[in-house]
């Protein structure tokens, strides 16, 4: 699978921003998908992920209530709507596949990064 990350970009605090990540074949039936982000200096992190079906969500602590993952198997396109943006949450953001659990931790597959900015 491989997997084209886009949607980033620079915002001012408080802002608004959605990452897209279209696959180049159906992942609806068979692969959990995520987001993941690396800050500079900093080591790769989980940010969320979402089932095969879209019924279920996982965020990491930092997100929740700010970002919403979703999927249109339709489209083989993964998304995360990020609102209320912070300084923080600056890195750049990978979307991933992997056919094991929703709580991914090595996905199999990775996308290219897309760059995040996030201005005080």
């Known amino acids: 699978v491989q997997l084209q990350a886009s949607g980033g970009g620079l915002v001012q605090t408080g802002g608004s921003l959605r990452l897209s990540c279209t696959a180049s074949?159906?992942?609806?039936?068979?692969?959990?998908m995520g987001w993941f982000r690396q800050a500079p200096g900093k080591e790769r992190e989980f940010v969320a992920s979402?089932?095969?079906?879209?019924?279920?969500?996982h965020y990491t602590d930092s997100v929740k209530g700010r970002f919403t993952i979703s999927r249109d198997n339709s489209k083989n396109t993964l998304y995360l709507q990020m609102n209320s943006l912070k300084p923080e949450d600056t890195a750049v953001y990978y979307c991933?596949?992997?056919?094991?659990?929703?709580?991914?931790?090595?996905?199999?597959?990775w996308g290219q990064g897309t760059q995040v900015t996030v201005s005080s």
């Open positions: 991933a596949a992997d056919r094991g659990s929703l709580l991914i931790t090595t996905p199999h597959y």
């Open positions: 074949e159906r992942t609806g039936s068979s692969y959990y």
């Open positions: 979402i089932s095969w079906s879209g019924g279920s969500t």
